[in-house]
């Protein structure tokens, strides 16, 4: 059986995890408020809380961490959604599957608007809003899943001014935007429109997923009425993942962790392309990714990458299908490629090896 070498889960490769730090960050926890750890505290630890804050330029009580990002999500919707009048929800096509996923199940209603290489058209999203103001927009403005887009400068303050004339929420989904190797970074949504803007993120993607450690910044009553819906749904979150991870965080382990992971990223996204260029056909398009976890292509007319995928997952090449990541089922001639977790050696002969099965 050939070596199975997977392009599907945008997860951080394993020899990146910092094991020992969080080993040692776990005894801190422990040996420093061993009561606090092993405690109810609704809305999360307070010294992660007070953490996350700073980088945000926000009190504590602004910050409700949970069970991972998409819970944090399904919470914000959630909420969002019972203070609407409409269950209308506006997302990117294409988008992350998961949350189209739990906006299904919370009953939205979900119309998309296109992404391009400059992230979400906030002039198609303008002509969108012509049917009614939805209930909230969501958008992953760095490097996108599964696009890998960044939503440009000037975007980013069109879509800000008509949520302040619309009135309604920007859901800024932002787990990618620290994890960057070239061009400049833009402003967070959040900074530029706090009042209308919820900004989510997780430490899945920037120290490791099993920590489960997700989080959601917003205006206070905002922030209040989220944590009173994660409060009455599970009391409160795991704390002795959120301990360790206030521990690391303090010893002032993610800033090199961050630059770590990005240089790999960086190493692993750079095979991919040469390797997509070199076994892709000629018709195969993609951006060019500035940072983040995943390539985004689109084989052209005629290609069907859920037909492909299943051969894929055959020869041990297994990748996302573009029609996951749409509402609507489109994405016919697209797919996602993720290089996270993949050493380079090994892009290099997974991608060749799929790109033999599009001859």
């Known amino acids: 059986m050939a070596e199975q070498i997977p392009f599907t889960r945008g997860v951080p490769s394993t020899d990146l995890l910092p094991i020992e730090q969080l080993r040692a960050s776990a005894a801190t926890a422990f040996e420093t408020d061993a009561v606090t750890t092993l405690s109810y505290t609704p809305n999360g630890h307070p010294g992660l809380r007070s953490w996350i804050g700073e980088s945000h330029g926000v009190p504590p009580e602004q910050v409700v961490c949970a ?3 998409l819970e944090v999500f399904s919470f914000v919707c959630a909420v969002l959604l019972e203070q609407a009048v ?4 506006i997302v ?3 988008t992350y599957d998961r949350s189209i996923l739990l906006l299904r199940r919370l009953g939205a209603e979900i119309v998309d608007v296109p992404v391009d290489a400059h992230g979400m058209v906030v002039d198609a999203l303008e002509q969108v809003l012509e049917d009614g103001v939805p ?3 969501y958008t992953i403005p760095n490097f996108q899943n599964p696009s890998g887009s960044t939503l440009s400068g000037s975007r980013r303050h069109a879509l800000c001014a008509l949520a302040a004339r619309h009135g309604f929420t920007i859901v800024e989904d932002d787990p990618y935007g620290l994890l960057r190797w070239a061009g400049s970074s833009e402003p967070s949504l959040f900074s530029l429109a706090r009042d209308h803007v919820v900004t989510m993120s997780s430490f899945t993607k920037t120290v490791a997923p099993g920590l489960r450690v997700g989080y959601a910044v917003a205006a206070p009553a905002l922030a209040q009425a989220i944590g009173l819906y994660a409060t009455n749904t599970y009391i409160a979150p795991s704390m002795p993942a959120q301990a360790t991870l206030a521990a690391y965080c303090a010893a002032g382990h993610f800033e ?14 750079d095979a991919m392309v040469e390797a997509v260029g070199a076994h892709f ?5 993609f951006v060019q990714p500035e940072g983040g976890y995943f390539l985004w292509v689109d084989l052209g007319d005629g290609a069907d990458t859920s037909a492909l995928a299943a051969r894929a997952q055959a020869a041990g090449v297994p990748f996302v299908p573009g029609s996951d990541f749409y509402a609507d089922g489109a994405g016919a001639t697209e797919l996602r490629l993720a290089f996270s977790a993949v050493a380079p050696a090994q892009i290099h002969a997974g991608i060749e090896r799929l790109g033999a099965l599009m001859r």
């Open 67 to 69: 069970n991972g990002s």
């Open 86 to 89: 409409t269950r209308r929800v």
């Open 135 to 137: 209930a909230l927009v």
């Open 256 to 269: 090199p962790g961050v630059v770590r992971a990005t240089a790999a990223l960086h190493e692993r996204c």
């Open 92 to 94: 990117e096509a294409p």
């Open 281 to 285: 056909p000629a018709s195969a398009r």
